[in-house]
């Protein structure tokens, strides 16, 4: 099945390209590989939600977010190479805007890990870092970044 049909078959639309805030692209391709750039939980145009990661936005709250932030990376690639193409996620970066004794960053990127299992199966298996920051760009919780492999 394809990565398209299996977005539609969990009920999931893919969201339109978040435009960059500073001077960049969404993502680039190098050989067999594209790399996005660190996507923020933008829907809609507007910030979902803002604040530290263990303060005013919860861990759960947080995960959702990291799930919104790899569904706008899926769209950068897909505007890039088209998603179908992808063949493999190969690594996951999750940057986690963390209240001080805040240390559940990894659940909180697990929000991207488990939206990319869902839509790749298999392929969706990835390497991952989950890091915890002071603060993120336009006090976003959290931002997440992904490097797949494609045909």
Do not use: W
Not at 15 to 25: D, L, M, Q, T
Not at 71 to 90: K, S, Y
């Amino acid at each position: 099945m394809s990565s398209l049909a299996r977005l539609t078959e969990l009920g999931i639309e893919l969201p339109s390209v978040v435009p960059p805030v500073a001077a960049y692209v969404p993502a680039v391709r190098t050989g067999s590989l594209v790399y996005t750039s660190g996507q923020l939980p933008m829907a809609g145009g507007v910030m979902a939600q803002t604040g530290l990661v263990g303060g005013p936005v919860t861990a759960e709250q947080a995960k959702d977010l990291a799930r919104t932030c790899a569904l706008n990376a899926l769209a950068a690639i897909d505007a890039l190479v088209g998603l179908d193409n992808v063949t493999r996620v190969v690594k996951v970066v999750g940057f986690v805007a963390s209240a001080p004794g805040f240390t559940g960053q990894p659940g909180v990127v697990n929000g991207a890990s488990e939206l990319l299992g869902d839509v790749f199966g298999p392929a969706g298996v990835h390497a991952r870092s989950a890091i915890g920051v002071a603060a993120l760009p336009l006090d976003a919780p959290v931002e997440v970044e992904l490097i797949v492999e494609v045909a």
